[in-house]
């Protein structure tokens, strides 16, 4: 997030998916929560609260809380359900008219009625407005928003978009007034009104503070009597000391992998505790296909022959990441091993040696890692300055690093002056295509000169008609099989999330999975 049109900050703490939880939250409060507000320090700041704006992980955060969508990922799951429609269906075979039905009774957190006519205003705006920094860019298949009645609402896509109800379900299809917002222009009042299950009651550059919307009718059954976040701007410090002087109940996204791996050596003595979930944020390296030395093929080979991924995660991530050897991550549907099937894991010399030889290559490969220091982490560069080495001791490459503040960092990709790079990659919907799509489609966000004809004249466009997602794990497979063949990006490490929590608070496990949803409301406090 920022996703398509920027790379997202990934968390400081990145590693596999992980179907089984541990540490604390492990239980839930009663049903109805015990009345207790929760308190939770972020790293990360929220840099919109009116939803045609925020494409950036602590909007979404507030966006998922705040606002309803037509549809949700329940928790655990990656199959969008009904929230405020009763029902979504496609009403073609194509996967070009998709029909929603509004559940009875919606209201805004302020007492208006929702209607088909909010939905139809929310993303009619949102396309309108149309800002560099929202998510308009998600829906280039919408072609307009129609509302036969006051509880219906039917989408007609220009294109056959089988991902389409994963993409409403997500931050980006959240349902705003059409009494409270202008509809040419963005809120600049730091409000919001919304029919989540939170209202939010105040915003400003030290925390935010939500309440229950007694209003809302949806799925979410909410555990307390309210959230307050604060935010700590990325001092990593500050937050660990808040969380230790019991300032705050939660601390997410901002603690490094030394403060996890201290907190969870210390035990349960230490009054706070480690909650693990999955997700399906990635780090690739990135290779520019008009560079005259990352340009060869011989030269993208041997570095995927070299990199020690289990290495990269011992020395600079301490345990709490895992390798990723897929385009597509683990828990995702479509996910395959191409890259370890190709090349392995284990570093190869010899295979690097003959791949450079096979290229014509001879003498050591002089080349420069690019990596900007915090955008996708505060360990960005010391990974990037271990790859190097590892590079080196081959005695194959002559290879250093170069760290470049995040805006000219951009610049300069944009511009193609970098040979290898670094991304990291939240997904805006847990689907295949999100992290193909937007990689390997026409206008690829990675700007790495890469096309492919049978990715984007074929596989892309049956995959993405197909309603069927299951169905379309073959194509994703020979997708991956063909990047993994002429490996204009390499994975690196798939990411965990973690929470770091007081020992009275539950429900952490249902806040983190791959669907990228934190949900305030099964937070529980004893």
């Known amino acids: 997030?920022?996703?398509?049109?920027?790379?997202?900050?990934?968390?400081?703490?990145?590693?596999?998916?992980?179907?089984?939880?541990?540490?604390?939250?492990?239980?839930?409060g009663d049903t109805g929560g015990t009345g207790t507000s929760v308190v939770m320090g972020m790293s990360d700041d929220v840099l919109a609260t009116d939803p045609a704006s925020g494409y950036d992980p602590g909007s979404w955060l507030l966006f998922n809380n705040v606002f309803q969508s037509l549809l949700s990922f329940p928790k655990g799951a990656t199959e969008p359900q009904p929230e405020a429609a009763e029902q979504c269906t496609f009403s073609d075979t194509e996967t070009k008219?998709?029909?929603?039905?509004?559940?009875?009774?919606?209201?805004?957190?302020?007492?208006?009625?929702?209607?088909?006519?909010?939905?139809k205003f929310?993303?009619?705006r949102m396309l309108k407005i149309n800002d560099p920094e929202g998510p308009a860019v998600m829906f280039p298949t919408l072609d307009k928003v129609e509302t036969p009645d006051d509880k219906t609402v039917v989408f007609r896509l220009n294109t056959p978009d089988a991902t389409f109800p994963s993409k409403i379900a997500s931050g980006a299809g959240s349902i705003v007034d059409q009494e409270q917002y202008d509809a040419k222009g963005l809120r600049a009042d730091n409000a919001a009104v919304g029919s989540g299950p939170y209202k939010l009651d105040s915003f400003n550059d030290e925390e935010a503070v939500f309440s229950v919307n007694e209003n809302y009718k949806g799925t979410a059954k909410v555990q307390n009597s309210g959230v307050t976040l604060k935010f700590f701007h990325g001092d990593q410090d500050a937050l660990k000391k808040a969380l230790s002087a019991r300032e705050v109940d939660i601390a997410y996204r901002g603690l490094t992998a030394g403060d996890i791996a201290d907190i969870e050596k210390s035990g349960a003595d230490s009054g706070v505790e480690v909650v693990e979930g999955s997700s399906a944020e990635v780090q690739h390296l990135v290779f520019n296909m008009d560079d005259p030395v990352a340009g060869k093929l011989g030269v993208r080979k041997a570095i995927a022959y070299l990199i020690d991924r289990d290495a990269l995660?011992?020395?600079?991530?301490e345990g709490t990441a895992s390798p990723l050897y897929s385009i597509i991550p683990a828990g995702i549907g479509g996910h395959s091993t191409a890259f370890f099937d190709t090349y392995g894991a284990r570093p190869s010399k010899a295979k690097a040696a003959a791949a450079l030889q096979d290229d014509g290559i001879t003498?050591?490969?002089?080349?420069?890692?690019?990596?900007?220091?915090s955008r996708y982490g505060p360990a960005t560069d010391q990974e990037l300055k271990a790859i190097a080495q590892q590079l080196n001791a081959s005695g194959l490459f002559d290879a250093d690093v170069q760290s470049v503040a995040f805006d000219q960092y951009e610049k300069d990709i944009a511009a193609g002056k970098y040979g290898v790079y670094v991304k990291g990659w939240i997904p805006d919907y847990p689907d295949a295509d999100n992290f193909t799509s937007p990689f390997f489609g026409k206008g690829n966000v990675l700007s790495n000169n890469y096309s492919n004809k049978a990715i984007t004249g074929s596989l892309i466009p049956r995959t993405s008609a197909e309603s069927d997602r299951s169905a379309t794990d073959d194509e994703f497979n020979q997708l991956q099989d063909i990047v993994a063949r002429e490996l204009p990006v390499l994975p690196v490490w798939q990411a965990k999330q973690y929470a770091v929590v007081r020992d009275n608070v539950y429900g952490l496990e249902y806040c983190l999975d791959a669907s990228t949803v934190f949900r305030f409301w099964e937070l529980s406090k004893g």
């Open 313 to 317: 995660i011992k020395d600079v991530y």
């Open 1 to 28: 997030m920022n996703m398509r049109n920027q790379w997202p900050v990934l968390p400081v703490v990145a590693g596999l998916a992980s179907g089984l939880l541990t540490g604390c939250g492990t239980e839930t």
């Open 97 to 119: 008219v998709y029909k929603c039905t509004l559940r009875d009774g919606l209201k805004f957190s302020n007492g208006d009625a929702l209607t088909s006519e909010d939905v």
């Open 122 to 124: 929310s993303f009619d």
């Open 363 to 373: 003498g050591k490969v002089k080349l420069t890692l690019w990596s900007t220091p």
